[in-house]
């Protein structure tokens, strides 16, 4: 799953969100250099990775892009769940995506300063572009993909993927949709745990 995800599945917990949304960006034992609550976000979204990488359904995604996007599918296709859930926002939270994201983005803003710079500057990217709100249509996603594929170091052509997104559409929606509920069960499970 990407970041709308990794901030849904944190529950009202701000600062595990925050872990949440950041941990890839936080190798090996520098997880100690943050605060406890942050900690267990950074965990949640590492144990969230393994469960969604290894879940049929996401598989079966990853397996209909490889043959053209090779080991970039898994990025694509945590693109595309990140989209359904936008889509289909209502039906998973009270609140609706805009003031969701609206709040979040204030309180992430708040905290910024206390980030290293390169996790400064992909939080400012975050906010600046709205992802969250981008995820809702096809068009955002492009642009959300297209941002991540000039970071690329290799030819990802991720800016192109909404083509498959488009003519394989309810596919990939319904496989979201087996995937999301055992998704948010275990997530639930996970933090009653931390």
């Known amino acids: 799953m990407n970041f709308l995800a ?34 267990k976000g950074i965990v ?20 209909t892009l490889f043959p053209i996007y090779r080991h970039y599918s898994r990025v694509i296709v945590d693109m595309y769940f990140d989209h359904f859930l936008a889509v289909h926002w209502e039906s998973y939270h009270s609140q609706s995506l805009k003031d969701f994201s609206s709040n979040f983005y204030q309180n992430l803003t708040r905290c910024t300063p206390r980030f290293p710079e390169p996790i400064q500057r992909f939080i400012q990217a975050l906010v600046n572009y709205n992802w969250f709100e981008q995820y809702e249509t096809i068009e955002g996603l492009g642009l959300i993909l297209a941002q991540m594929d000039r970071r690329t170091r290799f030819d990802s052509n991720l800016a192109g993927s909404t083509v498959e997104l488009i003519e394989k559409y309810d596919y990939f929606e319904q496989q979201f949709f087996n995937f999301i509920q055992p998704l948010i069960a275990f997530s639930q499970s996970k933090l009653s745990q931390l």
């Not at 529950?11 to 942050?38: E, R, T």
């Open 6 to 39: 990794h901030v849904f599945l944190s529950g009202a917990d701000f600062d595990l969100a925050v872990g949440n949304l950041i941990a890839d960006k936080i190798k090996g034992n520098k997880i100690n250099h943050y605060p406890v609550a942050v900690q």
């Open 44 to 63: 949640l979204h590492r144990a969230i990775d393994t469960f969604t990488d290894t879940h049929p359904n996401f598989k079966n995604c990853v397996s």
